[in-house]
């Protein structure tokens, strides 16, 4: 089955520090993957998504994720994070497993900006 | 174009009652999944509707039901409430099947219950 794995549960980081928010799939033939952004008491809103092409994909807000087959990953990254980012992030994957197509979700990490 | 909605807000039930919850999606949209969001599991996927249809489920009890109406509005209802009913709950929306090459999900606000 597929699944997804944030490494990380939370993330302190001083403003105007960089980031970057680990995640790791299980293996498909082939996957699309999505970064989601929750700010708090709203839902979830996509960041970026990687379908094909390009392995550095560039979001909103100044994010990017890479995705990496052999590794099996798709971490997030700002160069420069900012107070409004604070916020859970949750990375997702979608594949087809026995000709279902299935959504999963991580556990979210949890990014705490510092002043 | 609107986002997807999610009514009510916020809702106040004690163990045993039922309640229903309901989600208009995107215009256009077909899908309409549902999750479940605590502190402790995260986002679990609750059930998945297309053109009136459940399409996937997740592993969730009977208590727990929704249906797909033919303007793609979807209401969930969980019966004989428990405590551990208490979460957020989400709806998301989709052209095509969640899942489907490249989807991307647009969800609402969410839906704030607390059984007491």
């Known amino acids: 089955a597929q699944s997804v794995t944030q490494l990380d549960s939370q993330v302190p980081v001083f403003e105007e520090a960089p980031v970057e928010l680990r995640c790791n799939y299980s293996s498909s033939v082939s996957v699309y993957l999505f970064w989601y952004v929750q700010y708090p008491n709203q839902g979830l809103q996509l960041l970026l998504k990687?379908?094909?092409?390009?392995?550095l994909v560039k979001g909103i807000n100044g994010f990017e994720a890479e995705f990496n087959k052999s590794q099996t990953s798709f971490h997030l990254r700002k160069p420069s994070v900012h107070i409004s980012d604070t916020a859970e992030y949750f990375c997702?994957?979608?594949?087809?497993?026995?000709?279902?197509?299935?959504?999963?979700f991580g556990t979210g990490t949890r990014l705490k900006v510092l002043a | 174009k609107a986002g997807v909605t999610q009514t009510p807000r916020y809702l106040i039930k004690t163990r045993g009652q039922q309640v229903t919850l309901s989600c208009s999606p995107i215009s256009g949209h077909r899908s309409v999944s549902w999750y479940q969001q605590t502190p402790g599991q995260g986002l679990q996927f609750l059930f998945e509707?297309?053109?009136?249809?459940?399409?996937n489920k997740g592993n969730f009890p009977g208590r727990f039901s929704g249906r797909q109406f033919s303007n793609s509005r979807s209401e969930m209802n969980v019966s004989t409430l428990e405590l551990g009913d208490s979460a957020l709950y989400l709806c998301?929306?989709?052209?095509?099947?969640?899942?489907?090459?490249?989807?991307?999900?647009?969800f609402g606000p969410g839906t704030r219950l607390l059984v007491l």
């Open positions: 997702a994957v979608s594949a087809a497993t026995s000709g279902t197509y299935k959504y999963i």
């Open positions: 998301a929306s989709s052209f095509g099947l969640a899942g489907g090459p490249g989807e991307t999900q647009y």
């Open positions: 990687y379908l094909s092409g390009s392995t």
């Open positions: 509707y297309f053109s009136e249809t459940q399409r």
